[in-house]
């Protein structure tokens, strides 16, 4: 079982900057990818960001250029720097954690933090 906490979200103008950050139970060098999800008011959940056990990264069209992730594994947390947000952008962010044990893939998900870009 690996639990994930979120922090770090809140309100943001937009052209600001804010960091998101997660924190895992167990050490994230188990784990094979650890990403952001995020799900506005009516809308599906979708991908913005991830970040494989060696570092490559992926990451959605809308945030290119602005959103960076990355890992440390020494402090088993990962986060999500949010470089001139943007309205569109609110949304509540969920960590997500892949894992592979015993050839099964496992989904896990932090409760979401909310993150408002408003002037």
């Known amino acids: 079982q690996v639990q994930l906490v979120e922090s770090g979200g809140g309100l943001v103008q937009p052209g600001g900057s804010l960091r998101l950050s997660c924190a895992a139970s167990?050490?994230?060098?188990?784990?094979?990818?650890m990403g952001w999800y995020r799900q506005a008011p009516g809308k599906q959940r979708e991908l913005v960001a991830s970040?494989?056990?060696?570092?490559?990264?992926n990451y959605a069209d809308s945030v290119k250029g602005r959103f960076t992730t990355s890992r440390d594994n020494a402090l088993n947390t990962v986060s999500l720097q949010m470089n001139s947000p943007k309205p569109e952008d609110t949304a509540v962010y969920y960590c997500?954690?892949?894992?592979?044990?015993?050839?099964?893939?496992?989904?896990?998900w932090g409760q979401g933090t909310q993150v408002t870009v408003s002037s």
């Open positions: 997500n954690a892949v894992r592979s044990r015993f050839g099964r893939m496992t989904n896990y």
């Open positions: 167990i050490s994230i060098i188990s784990i094979n990818t």
């Open positions: 970040i494989s056990i060696g570092g490559s990264t």
